[in-house]
């Protein structure tokens, strides 16, 4: 594992954008799919993504670990529940709007990095994770207020999912201190969920349905979000929680930068200026702990 400086911020930026990009692929999975099938395929080619690559990163010893445990643990909850709330999200809200209301994270994240993990918070971090959600709310402004087409329950979706990836966060971190491994944590917790996600959908008879093109666009997604909590977990690894999470956070500025000059589908406004105003020094002071 890297010791650079400022290792673990590099990754969790790079989880971020990884993050974002799911976002917007899912988005577009889902104008010809629905949530659960987008959920399925997602978790499905994670993990077969990371078993083909199991001969090359896991050895025989981690599968008789409580570190495997804790990894199956997490599996149940995410990316299995996890994706399925962001995707439905996504559905009812958009990419920008779940990225936004998702910034919740780092509040939950503090929560289990001081209480299980027994980290602490210095004021320079807190004010940074107060800028990183302060702009994930402005990112969720136009000039009427608060966007409103979708009804208000629909919020524990996104906050639901940023509940779920924080204290999957908290348990991968502490999985990771007795297998050092971000390919095999990834691994086991989409097998799981996968396996959680099929049961599911054989019991309430689910079809799959939707086009080929939105399942390309499934396939795509799950791939850069197995390839984004590598970067998360590798970031967990060798970094402070309470750190970490308000970076991976920084996801809106990334869908909002996305959408405007590779979908197309943001407008450059006030509202991207003000959020990036905030997230990125945020991000800067977390990183400077």
């Known amino acids: 594992m890297s010791t650079f400086p400022h290792a673990a911020i590099v990754y969790a930026l790079a989880s971020a954008f990884l993050f974002a990009l799911t976002n917007h692929f899912q988005s577009l999975g889902l104008m010809g ?157 989409n097998t799981v969920s996968l396996a959680i996600a099929g049961a599911a959908f054989r019991i309430e008879g689910r079809p799959i349905s939707g086009t080929p093109k939105s399942f390309k666009w499934f396939v795509a997604s799950g791939l850069s979000a197995a390839v984004s909590l590598h970067f998360l977990n590798s970031a967990l690894q060798i970094g402070d929680l309470v750190s970490v999470v308000p970076v991976v956070s920084a996801t809106p500025v990334f869908t909002m930068l996305l959408g405007l000059f590779v979908f197309r589908r943001e407008r450059f406004s006030w509202r991207m200026l003000v959020t990036i105003a905030l997230v990125v020094p945020g991000v800067m002071l977390v990183a400077m702990k």
């Open 33 to 189: 799919s629905d949530a659960r099938t987008g959920s399925l395929i997602n978790i499905a080619t994670g993990a077969v993504f990371y078993w083909l690559l199991a001969p090359f990163v896991v050895e025989s010893w981690y599968w008789f670990t409580w570190g495997t445990v804790l990894f199956a643990m997490v599996g149940i909850i995410r990316p299995s529940l996890s994706s399925l709330l962001a995707i439905q999200s996504i559905h009812v809200m958009g990419p920008t709007l779940t990225s936004a209301l998702t910034a919740s994270a780092p509040i939950f994240g503090a929560f289990f990095a001081i209480t299980l993990l027994g980290e602490t918070l210095d004021f320079k971090t807190a004010i940074g994770i107060a800028a990183v959600i302060a702009g994930g709310v402005v990112a969720s402004y136009s000039r009427q207020g608060l966007v409103r087409d979708w009804p208000l329950w629909a919020i524990v979706l996104p906050v639901g999912a940023a509940f779920i990836r924080a204290s999957g966060h908290a348990v991968t971190k502490l999985g990771l201190e007795d297998v050092p491994s971000a390919s095999f944590a990834v691994l086991v917790s």
